[in-house]
């Protein structure tokens, strides 16, 4: 057989079947960028972005935040790592705070700390999630060394995430009341009910010879334990805030608020600072500043083009597509 004619059987085989999307015949839009649409675009970006970012900028400034850092001023000696790992010292602390504006209610209470990298690749594998969930789940090198007691039965919940759970406590008084800090709804409700098995209960947790943070009620099921939940989604960034609770009670401007310290967390150890953080919020959620400015110099920006390309095309417009303009119809 000719060689000319099996190429030509080859190609017949190999030749796909027709249809627009094969040969790209398929409908596009094709925008025609004029002078008139770039400006309009821009304007309209504008006149949409600088609204918000005001509406963000001043529902942020509405805000009311009280923040205290505690952790040097509720140690009384230089020797701060000894002190907090002594658990024979009583470590009660009292910050005072003063209300200068009108706080509504729910008002907010969070810990903060700084230089403690929860994002740390080994910290944030040091978990197990199935453990969190289902019963009898068999442990691998992940939550090393948290992962069995001295017997050999299985921490739950294992790992260093859980392990260094917080423990600080606060008691918060209003001109010398108690006011209650509900603890209840601080975690997503994603997390209790998809990550957190409702039959599983802690059991040989904090029992070693190291102690990092906080315990845990045996009695109570993970998915009830909103501390822990809230601790072990993991931050982002050394610097950040987790939800501690929440006071139902509305405090008026100039009123004296005393919180109550238990300073048992170490942060010492790894050079950071703690601090507590009482803020109302708004519909953007708590004081952030950073999303109204960013609306309003985007909106700016866009604006400034608008009004620069205008100029130019008023002072020196030329006509769409004038074929004088290429480069070969160019006099020299």
Partial sequence: MDPSELDGES????????SK???QELPACKPLLTPGIVITAFTLVGVLFV????ASLFASQQVVELVDRYDISCVPVDDKIGFIQNSNIDKTCTVNLTVHKYMKSPIHVYYQISNFYQNHRRYVKSRNDKQLQYKNVHLGIECDPESHAAGGAPIVPCGLVAWSLFNDTYTVKVNGETVEVNKKDIAWKSDKNNKFG???YPSNFQKGSLI?????????????????????????????????????????????ITVVIQNNYNTYSIGGSKAVVLSTASWIGG?????GIAYLTIGGLCLSLALGFT????VKPRTLGDPVCLSWNRNE
Avoid: C, H
């Avoid at 190609?11 to 027709?18: A, E, L």
């Avoid at 072990?232 to 805030?241: E, G, S």
């Fill in 311 to 314: 100029v130019l095309y008023m």
């Fill in 11 to 18: 190609r017949k085989i190999n030749k796909p079947k027709y």
């Fill in 21 to 23: 999307f094969t040969q």
């Fill in 51 to 54: 609204p918000i970012g005001f």
């Fill in 212 to 256: 990092g943070g906080a315990k845990l009620n045996e009695s109570i099921p993970l998915s009830e334990q909103e501390d822990l939940i809230v601790w072990m989604r993991t931050a982002a960034l050394p610097t950040f805030r987790k939800l501690y609770g929440r006071i139902e009670k509305d405090i008026m401007a100039n009123d004296n």
């Fill in 287 to 291: 004081r952030n500043n950073f999303i």
């Fill in 198 to 200: 409702k039959d599983i």
